[in-house]
């Protein structure tokens, strides 16, 4: 008998949803067992969000600052599993503060220690960096990561800018002002997650993970847009030096840290809607004499290796 454990956590739904898709093949399966368990923070993250909200937990999603989550049941923790598979979501380009708060507990070097894993993300586009960031809090857990898939919203950046915030603050997935596409991943994707499952069961069931990644892969798994990758890398330069100076700042003025959480709110519309489109052009232009290097990124990015 295969034990899988499934872990994650959603505010939304979505990753939920995804998630149980996905491991359909593996519950039918008469030599699997799964359990799935979402992880919960001892302070829960309320959603929707209000903006003063949203805003405060962004230098400590960043920087990846552990709170305190409800520890993991007994009855999860006293199992050793053959797989784990993670759920995580994206915050200001780091995994959400419970999922980092559990990598870096003591539960998840009891739970995840010489154990194969598998990464699932559900996020609207920028999840390159971030998934760098769980490779390395993975390895620090002693676990071995054998595969990713990441779940995105494939409407263009900043169409899928304008309809998150919506469903972010209104709390509904649906179409803002009626013609805008839905957010977040596509109901098709979704509903197809099981084939990755189907593909994830042949693997665990032959004790063999070598070449799981190169079957996801092929199978849509992992699909990346080189420019993303620039917009990802430029995000997270300017995200370290704001998260920095408003989280030192807020240690001696939570006053002070507010004032300058709205200066930022103010800074990264620009971002959004000047700065971004100006790194697309910049990126056009130097896409031939990069060629070589754009495609060695994406395949190291596809892959699960770490640099």
Same mark, same amino acid.
């Given at each position: 008998?295969?034990?899988?454990?499934?872990?994650?956590?959603?505010?939304?739904?979505?990753?939920?949803?995804?998630?149980?898709?996905?491991?359909?093949?593996?519950?039918?399966?008469?030599?699997?067992?799964?359990?799935?368990?979402?992880?919960?923070?001892?302070?829960?993250?309320?959603?929707?969000?209000?903006?003063?909200?949203?805003?405060?937990?962004?230098?400590?999603?960043?920087?990846?600052?552990?709170?305190?989550?409800?520890?993991?049941?007994?009855?999860?923790?006293?199992?050793?599993?053959?797989?784990?598979?993670?759920?995580?979501?994206?915050?200001?380009?780091?995994?959400?503060?419970?999922?980092?708060?559990?990598?870096?507990?003591?539960?998840?070097?009891?739970?995840?220690?010489?154990?194969?894993?598998?990464?699932?993300?559900?996020?609207?586009?920028?999840?390159?960096?971030?998934?760098?960031?769980?490779?390395?809090?993975?390895?620090?857990?002693?676990?071995?990561?054998?595969?990713?898939?990441?779940?995105?919203?494939?409407?263009?950046?900043?169409?899928?800018?304008?309809?998150?915030?919506?469903?972010?603050?209104?709390?509904?997935?649906?179409?803002?002002?009626?013609?805008?596409?839905?957010?977040?991943?596509?109901?098709?994707?979704?509903?197809?997650?099981?084939?990755?499952? #189907?593909? @994830?069961?042949?693997? /665990?069931?032959?004790?063999? $993970?070598?070449?799981?990644? =190169?079957?996801? !892969? &092929?199978?849509?798994?992992?699909?990346?847009?080189?420019?993303?990758?620039?917009?990802?890398?430029?995000?997270?330069?300017?995200?370290?030096?704001?998260?920095?100076?408003?989280?030192?700042?807020?240690?001696?003025?939570?006053?002070?840290?507010?004032?300058?959480?709205?200066?930022?709110?103010?800074?990264?519309?620009?971002?959004?809607?000047?700065?971004?489109?100006? #790194?697309? @052009?910049?990126?056009? /232009?130097?896409?031939?004499? $990069?060629?070589?290097?754009? =495609?060695?990124? !994406? &395949?190291?990015?596809?892959?699960?290796?770490?640099?």
């Amino acid at each position: 008998m295969k034990n899988i454990l499934v872990l994650y956590y959603s505010q939304s739904g979505q990753l939920g949803e995804i998630l149980t898709n996905l491991i359909q093949p593996l519950r039918k399966c008469g030599n699997c067992k799964v359990t799935s368990h979402q992880i919960q923070p001892e302070n829960e993250y309320k959603f929707p969000w209000n903006k003063k909200d949203f805003l405060q937990v962004f230098p400590e999603s960043y920087l990846q600052v552990p709170k305190p989550n409800k520890p993991l049941p007994e009855s999860v923790k006293n199992v050793k599993y053959d797989l784990v598979i993670l759920g995580y979501t994206v915050w200001y380009l780091s995994p959400s503060i419970p999922i980092n708060s559990f990598l870096k507990s003591e539960d998840a070097k009891i739970v995840l220690k010489n154990t194969p894993v598998i990464t699932v993300n559900g996020s609207r586009n920028m999840w390159i960096l971030t998934q760098e960031k769980v490779k390395k809090l993975l390895k620090d857990s002693e676990s071995k990561l054998v595969g990713n898939i990441a779940f995105v919203d494939r409407n263009w950046n900043h169409i899928s800018v304008i309809t998150i915030v919506h469903w972010l603050m209104k709390g509904k997935k649906t179409r803002y002002l009626g013609i805008f596409p839905k957010p977040g991943v596509s109901d098709k994707d979704i509903n197809e997650a099981d084939k990755f499952g #189907v593909i @994830i069961k042949k693997h /665990l069931l032959n004790k063999n $993970f070598n070449q799981l990644q =190169k079957e996801l !892969i &092929k199978e849509g798994a992992v699909n990346i847009k080189p420019f993303l990758i620039w917009s990802d890398r430029s995000g997270n330069h300017i995200f370290s030096k704001w998260s920095t100076f408003i989280y030192k700042i807020g240690q001696k003025s939570p006053k002070k840290r507010m004032k300058l959480l709205s200066i930022f709110e103010y800074y990264l519309q620009f971002a959004i809607w000047v700065f971004v489109p100006i #790194v697309f @052009i910049i990126f056009l /232009l130097t896409y031939l004499p $990069f060629y070589a290097r754009i =495609k060695n990124d !994406i &395949k190291y990015y596809q892959s699960i290796r770490l640099r």
